[in-house]
């Protein structure tokens, strides 16, 4: 089947505006997981699901950033009142079941916020 | 925490040239360990990764990497690299039992002709 699959693959917004960006995992796949790559960095760890409960939302940078599951589906991270630091490529993971089974990324968004 | 250390942000080698990057991890126990190759505009993909038993290990692409605990290391390594392996690598760092990865900066590798 398909891989995980993210859109938009691109995105410019302007300072102020809310953003929602989409992960459609790999079919059968429970665990999810949302990255943030900002130029010249690593993968930042934002948030994981398991299902659509969201066991760790360590990463996640404040509380304009937030996301939601459906089911073992479709996954959104919403970024509200977008900041400028907030333009970095959004990666999204997914895995067979919890733990450290392969995580299979997407393409990415790559977000600019002017 | 656990953390991942790249010392070299990037790497020019020769094609068919042997290649080594380098990885430090930061660990109390034995980590599991991962090895992701990220092309221009792609995603991560997996290239190889470890977690219990033959500390040598063996992925995709004829990569291999070598897990030594007295070194805290998880140096990734090809014989002979081809043009198409230029790419931005990724070493990366889990807890057993936890579900997050800790992500190394990266290695940009150039290859020369």
């Known amino acids: 089947g398909a891989g995980v699959s993210q859109s938009p693959s691109n995105k410019v917004t302007e300072k102020g505006k809310d953003v929602e960006l989409r992960c459609d995992p790999i079919?059968?796949?429970?665990?999810l997981y949302w990255y943030r790559q900002r130029l010249g960095q690593g993968l930042e760890f934002l948030i994981y699901f398991q299902g659509n409960s969201a066991p760790d939302k360590s990463g996640l940078p404040s509380d304009r950033f937030s996301a939601e599951r459906t089911g073992e589906s479709v996954s959104t991270l919403t970024i509200q009142r977008t900041q400028q630091e907030d333009s970095a490529v959004y990666l999204c993971?997914?895995?067979?079941?919890?733990?450290?089974?392969?995580?299979?990324f997407g393409p990415g968004t790559r977000l600019l916020v002017l | 925490a656990q953390s991942v250390t790249q010392p070299d942000i990037h790497i020019t080698v020769s094609e068919g040239a042997s290649l080594e990057l380098r990885c430090n991890y930061s660990y109390g126990a034995t980590p599991y360990l991962f090895w992701y190759v990220q092309s221009p505009g792609q995603g991560l993909q997996l290239l190889l990764k470890?977690?219990?038993?033959?500390?040598l290990v063996q992925g995709i692409k004829g990569f291999e990497a070598e897990f030594k605990r007295s070194q805290s290391s998880f140096n990734l390594r090809k014989p002979s690299v081809h043009w198409s392996d230029a790419a931005e690598y990724f070493c990366?760092?889990?807890?057993?039992?936890?579900?997050?990865?800790?992500f190394g900066k990266g290695t940009m590798l150039l290859v020369s002709p």
């Open positions: 990366a760092v889990g807890a057993p039992g936890y579900s997050t990865l800790t």
């Open positions: 993971a997914s895995s067979l079941k919890r733990g450290h089974e392969t995580q299979y």
């Open positions: 079919s059968g796949h429970t665990a």
């Open positions: 470890y977690f219990s038993g033959d500390t």
